[in-house]
């Protein structure tokens, strides 16, 4: 097939005749059919094999995270699996028995691959009433959390560090919030405001060992499937070091204005204490880390525009952004 005639997936860039070959890699996918089923960060696709067998392929933006960190990702994630109760994806080895592969696809740069076991359930939504979900996830937050202070890291554990710097910087993680769509004259000095008070805040709130470490980082309603009794925890593709409470704000991601979140905030809490300890002080400060978020959320849209979730929500976010900053700061600046 001539580089003209390579078809893609939908905004993906990723070519249809390449994503095929790189099927190879692992034994028993040679033709599979694939279904682009996500694009954010990264491209997922749903893999339907014969007998009706499935699999979930991620492909992996370029430059975002490096081969050791996403080794490092699939090591948290199976040991949580192995050593919890929790339900965490369950990463496939290729024939050369790496969970990481690279290939090729429709473009100049290597791409990393990882295929997963599919996993039964569905996505929660907002019309849901979300309480109970949440007092679960509260107690699943607090898991991963008690895990993470007695695990024995690989000596090359490599993740992202999810400061107040590396978020609110120019250069940020994930893009600058001053460049996000809708950031007019009318509401930079607000965000600059809430800029300066979040460092002022979490600079001062510190990271002792107790309130900082590693995190999944993005435990919101996308990457939970819900299966009977059962949350599934999926996608630490995210996951890195942070404070503990960034757990809940990374929940209540895009859905930061809901009527819901007061009672979700509550149940949460509930959940999380009912496995570990929690401070006032780590409580007080939860607010601060939903706005940090927001930040977070505000870059990544404009950063990411060419994918079809940021572009959904480009036009509305930073005025919203602005009435919620706006509650914040009423109180906390």
């Not at 694939?34 to 007998?51: K, Q």
């Not at 009706?52 to 994630?77: C, D, F, M, Q």
């Not at 979300?130 to 007695?150: K, P």
């Not at 503990?244 to 819901?260: K, W």
Request: net charge negative; aromatic share 10%; proline share 3%.
């Amino acid at each position: 097939m001539a580089s003209s005639d390579i078809e893609f997936f939908g905004s993906t860039g990723i070519g249809v005749a390449d994503l095929q070959e790189a099927l190879n890699l692992w034994q028993g996918l040679e033709g599979a059919h694939l279904e682009l089923i996500n694009h954010t960060e990264n491209a997922t696709f749903l893999g339907i094999l014969p007998a009706h067998r499935k699999r979930i392929l991620r492909v992996h933006r370029p430059g975002y995270n490096t081969l050791e960190a996403i080794h490092s990702e699939l090591s948290w994630s199976k040991s949580l699996r192995e050593d919890t109760e929790l339900v965490t994806p369950n990463p496939i080895a290729g024939k050369n028995g790496a969970w990481v592969q690279s290939a090729l696809l429709g473009g100049e740069n290597q791409q990393y691959l990882v295929l997963f076991e599919f996993e039964v359930g569905r996505e929660p939504t907002e019309e849901e009433d979300l309480s109970a979900y949440f007092e679960q996830l509260g107690r699943m937050a607090a898991t991963t959390h008690n895990h993470v202070e007695h695990w024995q890291k690989p000596t090359d554990f490599e993740r992202l560090v999810w400061t107040e710097d590396r978020i609110l910087d120019a250069d940020g993680l994930w893009g600058d919030w001053r460049k996000a769509p809708g950031m007019t004259e009318e509401y930079r000095p607000l965000f600059t405001r809430l800029d300066n008070t979040l460092r002022q805040r979490l600079s001062a709130f510190g990271r002792d060992q107790a309130r900082f470490g590693l995190i999944h980082a993005d435990m919101r309603l996308a990457n939970l499937l819900v299966d009977g009794d059962t949350i599934k925890l999926i996608d630490f593709d995210d996951c890195g070091f942070c404070w503990f409470m960034y757990d809940f704000a990374a929940a209540i991601s895009f859905i930061e204005d809901s009527p819901q979140v007061p009672e979700l905030k509550k149940r949460w809490l509930n959940g999380y204490r009912s496995v570990r300890a929690l401070s006032e002080a780590d409580e007080r400060e939860i607010d601060s880390f939903i706005m940090l978020r927001r930040m977070a959320l505000t870059a990544w849209i404009g950063s990411h525009a060419e994918t079809p979730f940021a572009a959904s929500l480009a036009r509305h976010f930073v005025r919203d952004g602005a009435r919620l900053a706006e509650k914040y700061l009423a109180e906390f600046a």
